[in-house]
């Protein structure tokens, strides 16, 4: 029996890399703008490479770029590439198919959500708001609170935690399998690979179930606490 469900966010609620690359094309174009000599599809590409190697979720990236471009940070240059990119994510974030949806229906059934996140907690909760899932979500963990991300168990046991729940009687929904499916089947707790979501290739590790549609999740949950 299912009675609670653990969600990533990026790339399983919300399409985040398509986000993330549209704030980033508006970010170059107004430091441009501003006065940044530099060709645009170069810069966007250095940015992403920094990216990868601190973390997507860093918030000083544009400094870094700026002092390893031209030496130094020229904050009238910055101050543009932050509004650029602000003003475009807010634009851009969106949800997938299906997901208000099934969080509406899940929470009819009876099931209680989770969020789980490697970003920092007050970025995950200006999506959830942003994107009106506030009203699903009682709990958001995030791994940064423990100094740690996915796979490590703590994030997850604090998820349990939250929910009130027993492994084998939670679903762990994600699209980065390495993490997110490897992680919560160390633990025992049944997981769905969010096939639909996934950017890095990773395959589903073992992952319970492998979902094209995140509204397969209501299928998956009437199996399993067998309801019609």
Known sequence: MIRGIIFDVDNTLTDFMRTKRAAVDAAVEAMIDAGLQVEKAKMVDTIFELYWKEGVEDQKIFDKVL????????????????????RAKAGALSLYPHVSLTLFELLKLGIRSAALSDAPKL??????????LHHYFDHVVTSADFGVHKPDPLPFRKALEALGTAPGETLMVGDWAERDVAGAKGLGIKTAWAKYGDTHQTGDFGADYVLEDVIELLDIVRKENRLP
Do not use: F, S
């Not at 970025?123 to 009106?132: H, K, S």
């Open 67 to 86: 002092v390893q471009e031209q030496g130094k940070v020229d904050y009238r240059i910055l101050a543009a590439g932050i509004l650029g990119y602000r």
């Open 123 to 132: 970025e995950v909760w200006l999506r959830i708001v942003g994107l009106g």
